[in-house]
């Protein structure tokens, strides 16, 4: 097993948050949750004499099985960490914090980043809160689909069953946070470190190259042909941050005006420059 202390930290913060955010938002503002969490808050509001953590935790028991098989030993006992940690904290901060706000639009918003932002956070660190979690990081691993994505369609049929309870206004609500959770949990996956990475045709790609290095930035130069001409082009390609784009493209633009430039969204960069001290290592090619 190789189990890390950070990893067992930043799980625990992940279900706090998560599971304040569950009591401060989605339940006084009658908004429901997907997964096994949307299912707890179903019994939750149906038979308050139930205790939400503790229902969420026997409803999750048999799926340990399953996360046992396929998660491997690290990640299962991760994943009991989580479920058992968001069971604590969502007894723990029932009626705690509750925020009922006027402004459903704004009820949805808060509880989609606080749960996104604490399943963000635990998924990043290789554990999941059980339930559809499990099933999600399953496909993530053998079918290379977003675990945000996953969550937001699978969710779909909780959130469905909730309007036993719910207007249909809170389940729209309620999708609503759905989706912002998806997409603070695909941008907790895609990590803090993003940039822009571009792609330089130019008969100058030397020269461009050169400033680029001048300015502190990796560059490499691929060879590349005209399928056209059938000459040999150098290609530049280089990574930056988002706010450095700018100063990139006018660099070619001052050197080749007619360069050919692509520009893409680079989800995670990890290494020289950006994850490492570049006063500590020497400036390597990307």
């Not at 229902?55 to 009991?80: C, D, E, M, Q, S």
């Not at 699978?154 to 389940?171: F, H, K, N, P, Q």
């Amino acid at each position: 097993m190789n189990l890390r202390l950070k990893s067992i930290f930043a799980i625990i913060v992940g279900t706090a948050i998560m599971g304040f955010g569950i009591n401060a938002f989605n339940i006084p503002n009658h908004l429901a949750e997907g997964g096994i969490t949307g299912i707890s808050i179903i019994i939750k509001l149906l038979m308050p004499v139930f205790d939400q953590g503790m229902v969420y935790f026997i409803l999750n028991v048999p799926l340990f099985i399953l996360g046992w098989k396929v998660l491997g030993r690290t990640a299962f006992i991760y994943t009991i960490i989580g479920t058992s940690s968001l069971s604590l904290f969502l007894s723990l901060f029932a009626n705690v914090f509750p925020l009922p706000l006027s402004d459903k639009l704004l009820a949805s918003l808060y509880a989609g980043v606080t749960v996104g932002a604490g399943l963000g956070i635990i998924f990043r660190y290789g554990g999941t809160t059980g339930g559809v979690d499990i099933i999600a990081r399953l496909l993530q691993k053998y079918m290379g689909i977003s675990m945000g994505k996953t969550l937001f369609f699978g969710d779909m049929l909780v959130i469905g069953a909730s309007l036993i309870y719910l207007s249909i206004e809170s389940a729209m609500y309620t999708l609503v946070a759905v989706f912002i959770a998806a997409r603070v949990i695909d941008f907790f996956q895609d990590g803090a470190y993003a940039g822009k990475a571009l792609t330089i045709i130019s008969d100058h790609a030397q020269e461009i190259a050169r400033k680029i290095l001048e300015v502190g930035r990796g560059v490499t130069i691929l060879s590349g042909r005209g399928a056209y001409s059938g000459s040999a082009k150098e290609v530049v390609y280089v990574v930056v941050s988002r706010n450095e784009i700018m100063r990139f493209k006018s660099i070619v633009q001052e050197v080749d005006p007619h360069a050919f430039v692509v520009v893409n969204d680079v989800h995670e960069v990890l290494g020289e420059g950006f994850t490492f001290d570049e006063n500590k290592q020497p400036l390597r090619e990307q």
